[in-house]
């Protein structure tokens, strides 16, 4: 499950992990459980898009919440799980008591904040709430940058994840998640 706060770079570092992982790992999938609109086909889309073009879509396809809408998506993801040998689940960027369902259908979770005081409130929420494995933390930023403050714990600053901006998954992370898919189920 990627987390964290909204303008952080989930969305984008979501779609870069699976691309990332998907020529060596083919039967892995990721699911959008939010309703913002932002897919990855506008992640995909043309550089030629314009800015407008692309919030158009994201309106278009934006919805909202119901109480149906968590309980979906867990039902979804944990049917996925028995056909796929990872699930990223990018659930957008609020601590919701909504999220509950979600988070019994994830085991691991990783935090993508562009905002270092919003970290300890997405633990409590997904290892102490959730008791879901923490599998590292990511300080997005908006410059270009890599550094690696623990590799134990994989935790770094990393950035700049912007549609439109190609990078790729620091090698820390991508080792970890790729324990990760050797993980019994």
Same mark, same amino acid.
């Given at each position: 499950?990627?987390? &964290?706060?909204?303008?952080? =770079?989930?969305?984008?570092?979501?779609?870069?992990?699976?691309?990332?992982?998907? $020529?060596?790992? $083919?039967?892995?999938?990721?699911?959008?459980?939010?309703?913002? =609109?932002?897919?990855?086909?506008?992640?995909?889309?043309?550089?030629?898009?314009?800015?407008? #073009? *692309? #919030?158009?879509?994201?309106?278009?396809?934006? =919805?909202?919440?119901?109480?149906?809408?968590?309980?979906?998506?867990?039902?979804?993801?944990?049917?996925?799980?028995?056909?796929?040998?990872?699930?990223?689940?990018?659930? &957008?960027?609020?601590?919701? $008591? #909504?999220?509950?369902?979600?988070?019994?259908?994830?085991?691991?979770?990783? *935090? *993508?904040?562009?905002?270092?005081?919003?970290?300890?409130?997405?633990?409590?929420?997904?290892?102490?709430? &959730?008791?879901?494995?923490?599998? &590292?933390?990511?300080?997005?930023?908006?410059?270009?940058? #890599?550094? *690696?403050?623990?590799?134990?714990?994989?935790?770094?600053?990393?950035?700049?994840?912007?549609? =439109?901006?190609?990078?790729?998954?620091?090698?820390?992370?991508?080792?970890?998640?790729?324990?990760?898919?050797?993980?019994?189920?």
């Amino acid at each position: 499950m990627i987390v &964290g706060p909204p303008d952080s =770079g989930k969305s984008v570092f979501s779609h870069a992990l699976f691309t990332s992982l998907l $020529p060596e790992y $083919p039967d892995i999938y990721l699911q959008r459980a939010h309703w913002d =609109g932002e897919g990855n086909y506008l992640l995909e889309m043309s550089q030629d898009a314009t800015e407008a #073009e *692309i #919030e158009e879509f994201k309106k278009r396809d934006r =919805g909202s919440l119901t109480e149906r809408f968590f309980p979906y998506h867990q039902k979804a993801i944990l049917e996925l799980r028995r056909q796929k040998s990872l699930v990223i689940v990018d659930v &957008g960027g609020m601590v919701q $008591p #909504e999220k509950l369902p979600i988070l019994s259908a994830c085991t691991h979770y990783l *935090i *993508i904040s562009s905002k270092v005081e919003a970290v300890d409130a997405w633990h409590e929420f997904c290892r102490d709430r &959730g008791n879901l494995t923490a599998v &590292g933390v990511i300080h997005s930023s908006l410059s270009e940058v #890599e550094i *690696i403050h623990d590799s134990i714990r994989v935790e770094l600053t990393s950035g700049a994840w912007i549609r =439109g901006k190609l990078r790729n998954v620091p090698e820390v992370l991508l080792k970890r998640i790729k324990g990760l898919l050797s993980y019994p189920r």
